[in-house]
């Protein structure tokens, strides 16, 4: 009984090692991932660069978790999975929404792939996704031909379309920008130019290595 009660004891961590353990996890966070939620911090607020500062996306402030939009893969799977500080390869995403795909959503489609090329050695930092309610039959025909590698998402069973505020696709057609850790955090629309989106995502990603 002696020996057993040695046993469990020896096995059990101690205050101390309790705590150093502690202490460790919170420095591999903090090496991990304190760069990113500091470049974060920096762009929303500008500080220590303010006259540099100038995104010409629109900022969604607070940035919106991505699991409110409630959409998920081609497989079924939730979208949000995809994110975070426990996914080691977590990417940025560029999201096309739009309940028709018309003239100025395929402007959209377009800006996006072209983008997304012409961040050169970034370019497999940033994944590209389109949620589209309706998509005319024509543009069906050549989605493998002209947009194979934007991925087809689709909204998970019985929930409706949540959008962050000002974003709108039964209105007008968006580009949104969600960051590794999964927050939807700018948008585009049909008045920016590539040169504008590329801008902004080249000056993101330079402030974070993360993802």
């Not at 919170?26 to 762009?43: K, N």
């Not at 057609?173 to 902004?200: A, C, Q, W």
Request: aromatic fraction near 8%.
């Amino acid at each position: 009984m002696t020996d057993t009660t040695a046993q469990q004891q020896e096995a059990e961590p101690s205050p101390e090692q309790v705590r150093r353990g502690r202490r460790t996890a919170l420095l591999l966070f903090a090496i991990g991932f304190g760069p990113m939620i500091f470049a974060t911090i920096m762009y929303y607020s500008g500080w220590l660069h303010p006259e540099t500062r100038s995104n010409h996306g629109e900022l969604i402030e607070p940035p919106v978790p991505v699991a409110e939009l409630n959409l998920q893969d081609a497989e079924g799977q939730p979208l949000q999975a995809r994110f975070g500080p426990d996914v080691t390869d977590a990417k940025w995403m560029m999201i096309v929404s739009a309940d028709t795909c018309g003239d100025a959503c395929e402007q959209l489609l377009y800006l996006a792939r072209q983008v997304n090329i012409a961040l050169g050695k970034n370019a497999n930092r940033m994944g590209r996704a389109a949620w589209i309610g309706t998509v005319p039959e024509e543009l069906q025909a050549r989605w493998q031909e002209e947009y194979s590698s934007m991925e087809r998402l689709s909204l998970a069973p019985d929930a409706e379309p949540a959008w962050p505020a000002d974003v709108n696709p039964a209105e007008s057609p968006r580009i949104l920008v969600v960051d590794p850790f999964g927050n939807v955090m700018m948008h585009y629309g049909s008045g920016n130019t590539g040169k504008e989106m590329l801008e902004d995502l080249k000056h993101l990603m330079k402030l974070s290595q993360i993802g």
